[in-house]
T-cell receptor, first 115, second 110 residues
Framework: KAGVTQTPRYLIKTRGQQVTLSCSPI?????VSWYQQTPGQGLQFLFE???????NKGNFPGRFSGRQFSNSRSEMNVSTLELGDSALYLC??????????????FGQGTRLTVV | LAKTTQPISMDSYEGQEVNITCSHN???????ITWYQQFPSQGPRFIIQ???TKVTNEVASLFIPADRKSSTLSLPRVSLSDTAVYYC???????????FGKGTRLSVIA
């Protein structure tokens, strides 16, 4: 079956602009999480959506937002881009709920460069 | 969430067995231990998960002592393609987010 698909793979934006990244989870997975990865801070959790509702949120400013659609696809948006937002943004989907931490499947990521 | 501590980096020669130990002194009763592998510019990939004793799959083995305050990921006969960052995570239910530490950067040398 198809894996987690993230688009676009690469993106270059200018400071002050806004950007929207897309994630299509594995069919049947209802949980979608977003992570930011930078060399200095490592993999940091942004937020998680489950059945169109934000279930968990990391410690990021309000410029970072997301949403999930009824087909479980998710988007994240970053407004007023800063140079420090340059990172690899990863999306992960899980089949879900209850029991041990269910295996998460990650996409290839979107490499965002802010200039 | 239980904090984990693992070595920052390790080197190994091809064909050797590699053991990466993770400390999680504050692990809770209902926490599971999960390991992920990440190659450069790719998302992490699930390797193995366990609760206690030993778990083995086609890729690795996971050893967890009775007190569960640590765990060891064992990679048999590593190859150059096993060069990656390995993350140890501790958590409970499926609706809690995965929290990644710095991981262990494994370099396999020919």
């Amino acid at each position: 079956k198809a894996g987690v698909t993230q688009t676009p793979r690469y993106l270059i934006k200018t400071r002050g602009q806004q950007v929207t990244l897309s994630c299509s989870p594995i069919s049947g997975h209802r949980s979608v999480s977003w992570y930011q990865q930078t060399p200095g801070q490592g993999l940091q959790f942004l937020f998680e959506y489950f059945s169109e509702t934000q279930r968990n949120k990391g410690n990021f400013p309000g410029r970072f937002s997301g949403r999930q659609f009824s087909n479980s696809r998710s988007e994240m948006n970053v407004s007023t881009l800063e140079l420090g937002d340059s990172a690899l943004y990863l999306c992960a989907s899980k089949r879900e709920a209850g029991g041990p931490n269910t295996e998460a499947f990650f996409g290839q990521g979107t490499r965002l460069t802010v200039v | 969430l239980a904090k984990t501590t693992q070595p920052i980096s390790m080197d190994s020669y091809e064909g050797q067995e590699v053991n990466i130990t993770c400390s999680h002194n504050n692990i809770a009763t209902n926490d599971y231990i999960t390991w992920y592998q990440q190659f450069p510019s790719q998302g992490p990939r699930f390797i193995i998960q366990g609760y206690k004793t030993k778990v083995t799959n086609e890729v690795a083995s996971l050893f967890i002592p009775a007190d569960r305050k640590s765990s060891t990921l064992s990679l048999p006969r590593v190859s150059l393609s096993d060069t990656a960052v390995y993350y140890c995570l501790v958590g409970a239910s499926g609706n809690t987010p995965l929290v990644f530490g710095k991981g262990t950067r494994l370099s396999v040398i020919a």
